[in-house]
């Protein structure tokens, strides 16, 4: 049994693009673009959700404004892996542990690529140079072992792809969607894949109902959660996907249609922010109550 969303209260800035991520109770949303008259500001604002009192505040603003950058949260901190400023990429890696500390480079360009997390090791999966030319993206793997240095580690199935969801289960990442170059401009792909961390080996074991760019997943014990994104429209589908399976089956749709992405607090699923319209960035906030998950 899954009850519907609940809405939160609203983000102090709007924003999309940034690092959303769980850290000691609480959701970390770090960085990401807005809208205003017309023109597209990068962020460096640090907003951070307690749900337990329901209110937002502010930590530690990121040295320099960061967007679409890889992130991910381990050991109790949020690391940021790369981003764009709005006019280049910045490859260095920030940790936030109550303020935010350089933590060397990104092997490559992490742009609209994604970072998982197996076990304690970091996978980088794809990226670009740049957010506004898909030609820049790459089909490269990295990971990093603690304290060990990144190496290469593979690549993407059918080539360079960005905006895809991945998530983790078991000893497997999964990937799903996303979008590459065509003639003429981008094509949303439908297609998911299952990466074996051990042998390195893809295998290919279903599609999405709808291509689609933008999906976010979110693993949650046996499930994993893909939730909006792009297809024909922003879209406010959310899907559990069981990974042992390879099935699908319809959750809580969404409040909007939006492309943003999830992280597991506690119990709740939450959403904030993210591209609702073109040119658009919203301040909505929500979370799904997964306790009663059967």
């Not at 109770?25 to 809208?35: F, I, K, P």
């Not at 205003?36 to 404004?65: C, M, N, V």
């Not at 109550?98 to 690529?113: D, F, H, M, N, V």
């Not at 990226?127 to 990093?144: E, K, M, P, W, Y």
């Amino acid at each position: 049994m899954l009850l519907g969303w609940q809405e939160l209260a609203p983000l102090p800035v709007a924003q999309g693009g940034g690092a959303i991520e769980a850290q000691d109770g609480t959701l970390v949303v770090a960085g990401g673009t807005r809208w205003a008259d017309g023109r597209k500001f990068h962020l460096t604002e640090t907003q951070i959700h307690d749900p337990a009192s329901g209110k937002w505040r502010a930590g530690k603003p990121l040295p320099y404004p960061l967007a679409y950058g890889a992130h991910y949260a381990h050991g109790g901190k949020v690391i940021v892996v790369g981003g764009f400023d709005g006019k280049d990429f910045r490859p260095t890696i920030f940790e936030y542990d109550g303020s935010w500390t350089a933590k060397g480079e990104a092997p490559a360009p992490t742009i609209l690529g994604r970072a998982v997390v197996v076990g304690d090791t970091v996978y980088l999966l794809g990226g670009c140079g740049n957010v506004a030319d898909l030609s820049t993206c790459h089909d490269q793997i990295f990971r990093r072992k603690p304290g060990a240095a990144w190496e290469h580690y593979g690549s993407l199935p059918d080539g360079a792809l960005s905006l895809f969801g991945a998530a983790a289960f078991g000893d497997e990442i999964f990937i799903f969607g996303g979008c590459r170059t065509i003639p003429g401009g981008i094509e949303n792909q439908s297609t998911i894949y299952a990466f074996h961390t051990g042998s390195r080996k893809w295998r290919r074991i279903g599609s999405l109902a709808e291509a689609n760019r933008g999906i976010a997943a979110v693993t949650y014990r046996d499930s994993i959660f893909l939730l909006g994104g792009f297809s024909t429209k922003f879209t406010e589908a959310v899907q559990r996907f069981d990974p042992k399976t390879a099935q699908i089956s319809p959750a809580p749709p969404l409040p909007l249609g939006v492309m943003t992405d999830f992280a597991v607090v506690g119990t709740k699923l939450i959403g904030v922010g993210g591209e609702d319209a073109m040119k658009h960035r919203t301040e909505r906030a929500f979370a799904l109550e997964l306790s009663n998950l059967k």
